[in-house]
Each structure stands twice: as structure tokens, then as C-alpha cells.
């Protein structure tokens, strides 16, 4: 059965520096999603992509995040200058469709910024 | 925005009981997604349903769309049924790549 992937599974950051998530979602998907989860604490919606450009996002997404499709295959979540409160889980998501169709989680990059 | 709440947040039980898990949410949508994760963290699309009931295997997922409520029950429940389960909607109540908004899960354990 075809899976998001993400890379890495697991990544140590110092504060201050630049990281870059990736994730392969499902190949005739068409929105993807980023969504974090702070240990303990309930998963957080991020951001949404369609056809190309951001559809919507949360108060957290701020000038510090940015999202990109570079290709026909990889979506990214960049964060331009990690924070300590940036650990977390961040979980890539698709869906066929909208929020109407279900979603496919990726197992997730852990982010321990340092 | 939608505002989603579950209960109960923790849950222990013997194998073989009848589990039910609530959600509540604020806003009208047209589906609500139930999710299981586990404890590597690992998320699973379980439901996704927009009226009615539906069934996979032991796991049965209701919705009543005039209530905003729904429901997920394990029928003779067993040990591998121990993860959190999650309740999510869409944001807003209105079209396109909405995220979803998520409950703070219920933290499901049985016990053999």
C-alpha cells in the first residue's frame, strides 16, 4: 500500500540554525499537510498545499516556516531559524482530496533543537 | 474556529470490554476524522465519516451531525487496541485544504 515517507526520522538542531524536513507524499495526492505535535501536548495543524501555493495556514506558521514542492515528488518544511520551543513532532500528511477524503500520515521527524 | 473536545482523556480496561470513546465539536462540518496513534507516535486514519455509522472489524464510529457528536467504540477490546485515539475536524466549516483541528486524544489501555 503506497505510504508518505518522511526524512529524517530524527534531527538535532542548534538554535539559531536552519532545517529542512522532507517528505514524499503519496504520488496522485494533491494536498498535503504539515502538522506538529509538542510532546505531550495535542497534534497542531501547520500549514495546507494545493496546486502549488499554500491554502491555508495557522497562527503558528510564521515568517520563520516556509513549505515547498521542489519537484514532482518531495515537500519540504523549512525553518529558517530553529527555536528551542520548534521541538517537536512534525508530521506530514496527503489526502486525495481535501479534508473530505482521509489522510495519510508520514511516521514523523522528531526536531530537538538544542 | 472549531473547537474539539473528547473524553474520556484516559482510559483503562479489561480485554474483552465494550470501549467508547466521545468527541464534540463546534462548529458544523461535513466529516470528522478518527485517528489512532501509537506509542512510536505513528498516526492512523481509522474513520472518516460525515453521517451515520460506519465498521471495520472490532471498531465502530458513529456521528450525529445535528448534535456535533460522535462516537468510536471497540467491541471485545484486546491489548494491541492500547494507543490514543483521536477525534479531528476541519477548522472551519467551509471548502479546500482546511487543515484539521484535533482533540487531545484518549489515552486507551487494556489490560489482559
Known amino acids: 500500500e503506497p505510504e508518505v515517507t518522511q526524512t529524517p526520522s530524527h534531527q538535532v538542531t542548534q538554535m539559531g540554525q536552519e532545517v529542512i524536513l522532507r517528505c514524499v507524499p503519496i504520488?496522485?495526492?494533491?494536498?498535503f499537510y504539515w502538522y506538529r505535535q509538542i510532546l505531550g501536548q495535542k497534534v497542531e495543524f501547520l500549514v495546507s498545499f494545493y496546486n502549488n501555493e499554500i491554502s491555508e495556514k495557522s497562527e503558528i506558521f510564521d515568517d520563520q516556516f516556509s513549505v515547498e514542492r521542489p519537484d514532482g515528488s518531495n515537500f519540504t518544511l523549512k525553518i529558517r531559524s530553529t527555536k528551542l520551543e520548534d521541538s517537536a513532532m512534525y508530521f506530514c500528511a496527503s489526502s486525495e482530496w481535501s479534508y473530505n477524503s482521509p489522510l495519510h500520515f508520514g511516521n514523523g521527524t522528531r526536531l530537538t533543537v538544542t | 474556529k472549531n473547537e474539539v473536545e473528547q473524553s474520556p482523556q484516559n482510559l483503562t480496561a479489561q480485554e474483552g470490554e465494550f470501549i467508547t470513546i466521545n468527541c464534540s465539536y463546534s462548529?458544523?462540518?461535513?466529516?470528522l476524522h478518527w485517528l489512532q496513534q501509537h506509542p512510536g507516535g505513528g498516526i492512523v486514519s481509522l474513520f472518516m465519516l460525515s453521517s451515520g455509522k460506519k465498521k471495520h472489524g472490532r471498531l465502530i464510529a458513529t456521528i450525529n451531525i445535528q448534535e456535533k457528536h460522535s462516537s468510536l467504540h471497540i467491541t471485545a477490546s484486546h491489548p494491541r487496541d492500547s494507543a490514543v485515539y483521536i477525534c479531528a475536524a476541519p477548522m472551519y466549516s467551509g471548502g479546500g485544504a482546511d487543515g484539521l483541528t484535533f482533540g487531545k486524544g484518549t489515552h486507551l489501555i487494556i489490560q489482559p
Open positions: 462548529v458544523g462540518i461535513s466529516a
Open positions: 504520488s496522485n495526492h494533491l494536498y
